[in-house]
């Protein structure tokens, strides 16, 4: 079953740091992009960050530039989102994504598979 | 940064119903578009692809159509599986930006 789980979710203090992680599974992780998009309370969809298969290549929103890295360890099927000194408006729900094209000739898609999501809440 | 825009942002329909759903992007996205379903408390599906590709699996009831900046998706009969809320998604260049989003609920 091909499926993505993310994971590391909770209340984190304005200014600390939290760790996400999504794991793939069913399928060949290192010939994906993984993308990771939030969606605030009550709000729509918000595009964070991209990772090439390799890991070579990121991208990411002006909103988490400076805070949020994105990167991966294909030995463990796991894509991360380091969230350095969050906000309170960084409280979302944190979903991860695969690109629907597999493999180095990929250019931006869109996502066919989405994980459950992960809920971050930024409070003191 | 592309700006998506959706109409209407709320649709209030009857199983059966044929439903249209607007996206319109701030540039020439060519067929660089897709289309999501996500219901309460679940995360988005793709519906569709390269603006007219229905995804893998999911109902011909849907279609979608449009290029360049004008797009649509349609529901040609809605079924109580469809009461959901809607988005349109621009992929042609970063950052990904999505409409925001149309809630479809029972008249």
């Known amino acids: 079953q091909v499926q993505l789980v993310e994971s590391g979710g909770g209340v984190v203090q304005p200014g600390r740091s939290l760790r996400l992680s999504c794991a793939g599974s069913g399928f060949t992780f290192s010939d994906y992009a993984i993308y990771w998009v939030r969606q605030a309370p009550g709000k729509g969809l918000e595009w964070l960050a991209v990772?090439?298969?390799?890991?070579?290549?990121?991208n990411d929103a002006d909103s988490v530039r400076g805070r949020f890295t994105i990167s991966r360890e294909n030995s463990k099927n796991t894509v991360y989102l380091q969230m350095n000194s969050p906000r309170t408006d960084d409280t979302a729900v944190y979903y991860c994504a695969r690109d629907r094209c597999s493999g180095g000739h990929c250019q931006l898609n869109s996502f066919d598979i989405w994980g459950q999501g992960t809920v971050v809440t930024v409070s003191s | 940064d592309i700006q998506m825009t959706q109409s209407p942002s709320t649709l209030s329909a009857s199983v059966g119903d044929r439903v249209t759903i607007a996206c319109r992007a701030s540039q020439d996205i060519s067929s660089w578009l897709a289309w999501y379903q996500q219901k309460p408390g679940k995360a988005p599906k793709l519906l569709m692809y390269k603006a007219s590709t229905l995804e893998s699996g999911v109902p011909s009831r849907f279609s979608g159509s449009g290029s360049g900046t004008e797009f649509t998706l349609t529901i040609s009969s809605l079924q109580p599986d469809d009461f959901a809320t809607y988005y349109c998604?621009?992929?042609?260049?970063?950052?990904?930006?999505f409409g925001p989003g149309t809630k479809v609920d029972i008249k």
């Open positions: 998604q621009q992929y042609n260049s970063y950052p990904v930006t």
């Open positions: 990772i090439s298969y390799d890991g070579a290549n990121k």
